[in-house]
C-alpha cells in the first residue's frame, strides 16, 4: 500500500517554474511506477509525466521540453520540476502510483494524492 501527498503548487507567472513533490509512504514504494497527471476544470484527467522504479522517465507531448520527473528513493519523494510555464498548464496536479508497467492511462495507477493546485497566471 501507498499514501501520496503532493506539495508545491501555487500561482506563477507565465514563463515562470515551479517544483511539484511527491511524498510517498507504506511498503514497496520502490517497485511502484509513479506519475503525475492533471486535470483542468471541465477536462479530463490528463498524463504529464511518469518515472519507472528503474528510473526511466516519459513526458507528455505537451510537456517534454519543459519538464523534468525524478525520483529519490531513499527520501521516498518524486519531483516534477515544471518550467517555461504557460496558461494551459493551470490544472490539479496529482502524483499517483501503479504497480510496474503501468503507462500512461490514470487506470493503471493504483493509488493517488488529493492533487495540489498550479495556477499560471499572465
Known amino acids: 500500500q501507498v499514501q501520496l501527498v503532493e506539495s508545491g503548487g501555487g500561482l506563477v507567472q507565465a514563463g515562470g517554474s515551479l517544483r511539484l513533490s511527491c511524498a510517498a509512504s507504506g511498503r514497496s514504494f520502490n517497485n511502484y511506477d509513479i506519475a503525475w497527471f492533471r486535470q483542468a476544470p471541465g477536462k479530463e484527467r490528463e498524463f504529464v509525466s511518469a518515472?519507472?522504479?528503474?528510473?526511466?522517465?516519459s513526458y507528455a507531448d505537451s510537456v517534454k521540453d519543459r519538464c523534468t520527473i525524478s525520483r529519490d528513493n531513499a527520501k521516498n519523494m518524486v519531483y516534477l520540476q515544471m518550467t517555461s510555464l504557460t496558461l494551459e498548464d493551470t490544472a490539479v496536479y496529482y502524483c499517483a502510483a501503479g504497480a510496474p508497467g503501468a503507462g500512461r492511462e490514470k487506470n493503471g495507477y493504483q493509488y493517488w494524492g488529493q492533487g495540489t493546485q498550479v495556477t499560471v497566471s499572465s
Open positions: 518515472v519507472r522504479w528503474t528510473r526511466f522517465t
